[in-house]
């Protein structure tokens, strides 16, 4: 396939490969932001691959992840109401909300009661919907004027341009009937705050190439330069992160930091100029909780004042719903790079794909499930 | 009498034209939709309409001369499966329902080793599917069936409540018989065996979630289902007994069908990526909707674990056949690492293949 193939050649990644090993003296740690580079590097066995000098940790860059788990339950609120149809991208229909699931065993059977996530809420005979595209779920409110169409925008800046448009033209279609759950989050602040705290372990990041694909790089120089870290703008297929480790190892070495952009057959310093304009009008910068992580000033987006009457937080009245995190979960020390998912006691045992304590084993982009599904268990058994 | 390929559908559309609960009812629209529709449809000695059941002669007489498995008259073992076809959509680029009903029966029962003979289709029909529909479906159940030559010989027709089923579901039930010889069995696969499939992967599953979820992609992607067995017979004829394992990748697709594989066998299998063929359309596709092709459903494909000398000429045979011209050795069962499939990447990495916990969910970005 184009654009595919020639950065999943094995010839040039042994070059890379080389050229890494000659170049790492030091022991250093680097930082991939997003939880798709996380899948590429366990999938295509690069953190095998790289000398042991090099430590990658991954980052908070997976929505389902860092969505906090008090949203999960509002959303499990809100599809519960016979007159919601409640849409969402295929990966949230999965992660389980606080009520966890309990069993009465008789003899024969178990009986489960309530639902844990949104494809329970279904089975229970709710209306969830899977939507590939926000767009679709304003084609329902459409089509089903007398039903009131949820949709969960979740994401990081990828994301919001095409949230921001569906808010835009239920608007301008007059859609009284459409309304957003809404947990966008930003990838900036929580770098400021990764690289801000008292543990941070983390000196070179591979920055998101598809947020910046949208929002463009000249927000990271001032976090380069404040922090002094090298910052590389980097893509998703394997060769792309070869060639974006590469990048930040020689920074590293050399002593250098600054923004570099390996992505550039997509990524511009300024970015997508008319979705950040789109962004601006429906949404307006706020302090987002992230899970696991806890609140970040800045750090995510809401609806304008102008646009509130699509907040389905505010139509449904599930503003006060809270959470309690299971203590087990390690989820928050993963997502920040302090530890790694195998390092966690319930990794594995008590947490595993099927049954999930946190979001990292539940996405197809967290960190838990990619060493979980891809074999990385370090010491632990797996199925135990 | 009328025709089986009649291009209209037999039933009166002005009067019947949707199911009623009558259809199902025992009275004269239950014989009328069995005389009219599913006799002619399935039209074969073995057929009898107004019996509860068939009664099979051994003598295979309907079994043409050059059948590739000649010593079928010594066979002592009886292959027998059972599918239930629930797939919505109905019909979808490349089959439909009816054809997915036959296919999947005779390649369950191909994979057993076993020359597929005779069929049984169960209908379970909603109230209000349109008879046009139901018209369309057996007929290309029936155009399934003579080209996989076998004979769908009973059946079965029940009609719901609307609302209490999803327009129809099929069941079919089919007896083969496996040739003297031939020992298939998961548990057959041993260190040092090659594994091969018979071409490009995941096109169904890609094809019916295109059409369920109203994707567009800029060319259509079809369905790979295909009545396999006279691939497995080629299979078997090239490789003998050496051949130890064949299987379709269905639900689940090559990770899990490997998977099972090696935990039945207790043996390790190691794939090489690169070499695993998948359609570029396909291969777009799951980029796209963040899935793996591994774990994408197939209909048309086979997988077979052969004995390592037997690799190059079940390779050859595989390729000779229509159904495997794109045919490739896709890895190897390693010592070791019993009960685990892994691949290398492309790269060169190595990964665990694991089985698949639930669906898999296109994601957010």
């Known amino acids: 396939m184009r654009f595919v193939d020639e950065y999943r050649n094995e010839a040039d990644a042994r070059k890379f490969l080389t050229a890494i090993e000659r170049l790492a003296v030091r022991e250093w740690t680097i930082m991939e932001i997003c939880g798709g580079q996380t899948h590429t590097l366990i999938k295509s066995g690069i953190d095998r691959l790289l000398p042991q000098q090099l430590t990658l940790v991954h980052g908070p860059g997976c929505p389902v992840c860092v969505t906090p788990l008090e949203l999960i339950d509002r959303a499990l609120a809100i599809a519960r109401r016979p007159e919601v149809i409640f849409t969402s991208f295929g990966d949230m229909l999965r992660v389980p909300g606080s009520a966890r699931q309990t069993f009465e065993v008789s003899k024969t059977s178990k009986v489960s009661h309530g639902a844990r996530d949104l494809l329970g809420v279904k089975a229970q005979g709710d209306d969830v919907r899977m939507v590939y595209s926000p767009l679709d779920a304003v084609k329902l409110a459409q089509k089903h004027p007398d039903r009131q169409v949820v949709f969960f925008a979740v994401g990081f800046e990828t994301t919001a341009p095409g949230n921001a448009m569906a808010v835009w033209q239920a608007k301008q279609l007059g859609l009284a009937n459409f309304s957003i759950l809404c947990s966008h989050v930003l990838v900036p602040p929580a770098m400021e705050a990764i690289l801000g705290s008292a543990d941070n372990q983390v000196q070179g990041f591979l920055a998101a190439g598809h947020v910046c694909t949208v929002m463009g790089y000249w927000e990271y120089e001032p976090i380069a330069e404040r922090h002094r870290v090298p910052i590389v703008v980097t893509g998703f297929e394997p060769l792309d992160l070869l060639h974006g480790i590469y990048l930040a190892l020689a920074a590293l070495e050399e002593g250098r930091w600054g923004v570099e952009n390996q992505y550039s057959r997509s990524v511009t310093r300024e970015g997508n100029r008319a979705a950040q304009k789109l962004i601006g009008e429906v949404f307006e910068v706020c302090d987002r909780q992230w899970r696991g992580i806890g609140l970040i000033p800045a750090s995510g987006y809401r609806l304008r004042p102008a646009y509130a009457g699509f907040d389905a937080e505010l139509r449904f009245g599930v503003t006060d719903m809270t959470a309690q995190e299971s203590s087990l979960c390690i989820a928050g020390q993963i997502l920040q790079g302090l530890k790694k998912p195998h390092q966690c006691s319930a990794f594995g045992v008590l947490c595993r794909p099927e049954q999930p304590l946190g979001a990292p084993m539940v996405s197809s982009e967290g960190a838990c499930a990619a060493y979980y599904s891809y074999g990385r268990m370090g010491n632990v058994k797996r199925g135990a | ?365």
């Open chain 2, 1 to 365: 009498m009328h025709s089986a390929f009649s291009l209209q559908c037999p039933i009166p559309i002005s009067d019947y034209p949707t199911i009623t609960l009558a259809h199902g009812g025992g009275g004269k629209l239950s014989q009328m939709l069995v005389e009219r529709m599913f006799a002619p449809a399935f039209a074969c000695p073995e057929l009898e309409i107004l019996h509860d059941g068939a009664a099979l002669d051994f003598g295979l007489t309907h079994i043409d001369e050059q059948s590739a498995i000649c010593n079928l008259q010594s066979a002592t073992r009886l292959a027998f499966s059972t599918d239930s076809y629930v797939i919505s959509p109905r019909f979808f680029p490349g089959g439909d329902i009816g054809s997915l009903a036959i296919h999947g029966t005779v390649n369950d029962l191909a994979m057993c080793g076993g020359r597929p003979l005779y069929l049984s289709a169960g209908f379970i029909l909603e109230e209000g599917l349109p008879m046009d529909e139901l018209w369309r479906i057996v007929q290309s159940m029936s155009a399934a069936a003579k080209a996989a030559d076998v004979r769908v010989v009973t059946g079965d027709t029940k009609v719901v409540e609307r609302g209490k089923g999803d327009g129809i579901f099929i069941n079919t039930t089919g007896v083969g018989l496996i040739p003297a010889g031939v020992q298939i069995a998961p548990t057959r696969a041993r260190p040092g065996d090659i594994v091969l499939v018979n071409g490009p992967i995941g096109a169904h599953g890609i094809a019916v979630m295109s059409v369920r979820e109203g994707l567009e992609f800029e060319t259509a992607i079809e369905s790979d289902s295909a009545p396999l067995h006279t691939l497995a017979a080629d299979i078997l004829a090239a490789g003998g007994e050496a051949v130890h394992v064949l299987r379709d990748p269905t639900r689940g697709g090559v990770a899990s069908a490997l998977n099972e594989i090696a935990a039945r066998a207790r043996v390790g299998i190691l794939l090489d990526e690169a070499h695993i063929p998948v359609q570029e359309e396909v291969q777009a596709a799951c980029a796209i909707l963040g899935f793996d092709p591994l774990y994408v459903a197939n209909e048309g494909k086979c997988l077979a674990i052969v004995g390592r000398s037997a690799a190059v000429p079940v390779l050859a045979a595989m390729r000779a056949h229509p159904l495997g011209q794109q045919a490739a050795i896709i890895g190897e069962v390693a010592d070791g690492q019993p009960g685990k499939v892994f691949l290398r990447s492309r790269i060169g990495g190595l990964r665990m293949v694991d089985m698949l916990s639930g669906e898999q969910l296109p994601r957010i970005c």
